[in-house]
């Protein structure tokens, strides 16, 4: 390669580091945001489930449509990813979850929420209910509320058997893992599995204090029927919630890294190049010096 093939290449790739290290930094912000929302977000889903599993195992056998079971219908799975990439596996783990449900199940549709979920559905040959592009950072409860009432209305209509989603669950800055939950029917042992999936390592939370197995007798007013036809909705509203906050605290820690891991690996290539450079420099000089030695030789 030519000296002037190699400073080119060296400009360019401190260029790119450069981007990567701003993008890193953007996404540093965002991420302690995000982490931040997800965090204070766990104590109220934590409450929620926690009356939710206390209530479904009232000695009075509550019973309501969002807890029955259907043996009729499809499935429908809510595939949350991001509207960008640049964020390593992230996404990409997150449709394979979602590819083996699709195998799984027979007449499957779909909900998307991010631009990576949408164009893999798409390629899939998937029916798309509904798509939800460029969702905000700073996702709040109403966000959400339209998601949630096409998944409880479609189910209430029997339309579906199963609904289920799918995203990115918020362990550490660095460790994401992809997981599916199933939102309808609502079930105990899937309520189980939800507390521990949203537990922190440490604080206050961290710690499983709940008695899944105690059996609690509650004398609810006015009615059961009435408080269960607004607790379960808001449920199922929370639980979707949850999913995109710790999807979005997952999207920016894994962008965050990925930028971190380019810029680090750019200056190992400039490095590397220069280091190429100088040895073909100083190959180039040396050749000079011996072409004019030998030309003073001749002359003598």
């Not at 939102?183 to 390592?201: A, C, H, S, Y």
């Not at 949850?242 to 680090?264: C, F, G, I, P, Q």
Request: hydrophobic fraction near 40%; aromatic fraction near 6%; avoid cysteine.
């Amino acid at each position: 390669m030519a000296l002037k093939q190699i400073k080119n290449k060296i400009i360019a790739t401190k260029k790119t580091g450069q981007v990567t290290k701003a993008m890193e930094s953007v996404s540093a912000v965002k991420m302690r945001k995000s982490q931040e929302r997800a965090f204070l977000g766990r104590p109220y889903v934590h409450s929620a489930l926690r009356i939710l599993s206390k209530i479904t195992k009232s000695t009075r056998g509550l019973k309501h449509p969002l807890l029955a079971t259907h043996e009729e219908g499809g499935v429908l799975v809510v595939v949350v990813t991001s509207d960008k990439g640049l964020a390593g596996s992230l996404n990409s783990a997150v449709l394979k979850r979602a590819e083996k449900i699709f195998k799984e199940y027979e007449n499957v549709s779909v909900i998307v929420i991010g631009k990576k979920a949408l164009e893999f559905s798409l390629r899939e040959k998937k029916s798309i209910i509904a798509s939800y592009t460029n969702v905000k950072d700073d996702v709040t409860l109403s966000d959400v509320y339209d998601i949630s009432e096409k998944v409880i209305t479609s189910y209430l209509n029997k339309e579906f058997k199963l609904v289920k989603i799918v995203y990115q669950n918020f362990i550490s800055t660095f460790e994401q893992e992809p997981v599916s939950r199933t939102v309808l029917p609502l079930d105990n042992e899937e309520v189980k599995q939800i507390m521990f999936g949203i537990r922190p390592r440490i604080g206050k939370f961290s710690q499983d204090d709940i008695k899944f197995d105690t059996t609690i007798s509650y004398n609810i007013e006015p009615e059961p029927e009435e408080v269960l036809e607004i607790l379960l909705p808001q449920l199922v509203q929370i639980l979707i919630y949850h999913s995109l906050l710790e999807n979005k605290a997952s999207e920016h820690s894994a962008r965050m890294v990925a930028m971190k891991n380019a810029t680090d690996k750019s200056k190992e290539l400039v490095r590397s190049l220069t280091t190429k450079f100088n040895k073909a420099r100083q190959a180039a000089i040396t050749s000079e010096v011996s072409e004019i030695t030998a030309g003073v030789e001749a002359m003598k």
